[in-house]
């Protein structure tokens, strides 16, 4: 039988998503707990893999189970077994040709800047920046990532893919009670993407770079002339549809 589940993490204890030899993750966490629960070897494949210290608020995974289980029965299972930084917020059955991971339509992050007075009860999930921003500046600039681009020059060296163009369906930023949200809307993104982009934002928004520097950025396609990458700490996998 094939389940889909719905699930949601605090990052800062792990080593990231992807298991690791030696290392503390999301994905070995869960498989320890399916492989009791089955008797066998339990594999997930997920809808993406988050860094290190990066969060989840619903992150969506796939896995076969040699008997039938109550989609209820499995979920408080899980629960009452996992570790407290990891919860299933729900469990579905899906069809034998669902793939969590190639079936995505759109994955959503949101990335939290405390530009307030430092907060530690918040630290583990907002970059506690806690500096004013010019916001009107990073509005004005955020659009230019929105649309069809090759984004060389905003992620990682170490992402080996060739294909570097992905689609920004739509990002949004607003500012409550000293705290920026700016969330990222598209199908899929390149390793550090999202906190590459978000750290040009904040130099926008230091006023150190111009808000029209963006499109520029794009089209170098090198990574040494958009250095700049916000904590991991402040984002989050708001969701992911299929």
């Not at 494949?45 to 995974?61: E, W």
């Not at 700016?182 to 978000?198: H, N």
């Not at 396609?221 to 549809?241: E, Y």
């Amino acid at each position: 039988m094939r389940y889909l589940i719905d699930f949601s993490y605090s990052g800062e204890l792990f080593k990231g998503y992807q298991r690791q030899n030696g290392l503390r993750t999301v994905q070995e966490e869960i498989e320890k707990v399916l492989t009791s629960i089955n008797n066998d070897v339990v594999k997930i494949f997920s809808a993406g893999r988050t860094d290190a210290k990066v969060n989840a608020l619903h992150q969506k995974a796939h896995f076969d189970l040699n008997n039938k289980i109550s989609c209820y029965k499995l979920k408080f299972a899980l629960n009452s077994y996992l570790p407290d930084d990891i919860y299933i917020n729900d469990v579905i059955m899906v069809d034998d040709k669902f793939h969590a991971r190639y079936m995505v339509k759109s994955k959503t992050y949101e990335y939290k800047i405390n530009v307030g007075h430092y907060n530690p009860i918040h630290r583990t999930h907002v970059y506690q920046y806690c500096k004013p921003l010019n916001i009107k500046l990073m509005k004005k600039a955020m659009h230019d990532f929105e649309g069809t681009h090759d984004f060389t020059s905003f992620c990682s060296a170490q992402d080996k893919r060739s294909d570097k163009v992905r689609e920004i369906f739509k990002i949004d930023l607003c500012e409550k009670d000293d705290i920026i949200s700016i969330t990222f809307k598209a199908k899929g993104f390149l390793k550090y993407q999202v906190r590459s982009m978000v750290g040009t934002l904040i130099k926008i928004g230091e006023e150190k770079l111009k808000p029209d520097v963006i499109t520029s950025l794009i089209n170098e396609k090198d990574r040494k002339k958009a250095p700049f990458m916000a904590p991991a700490n402040g984002l989050t996998l708001v969701d992911v549809k299929y």
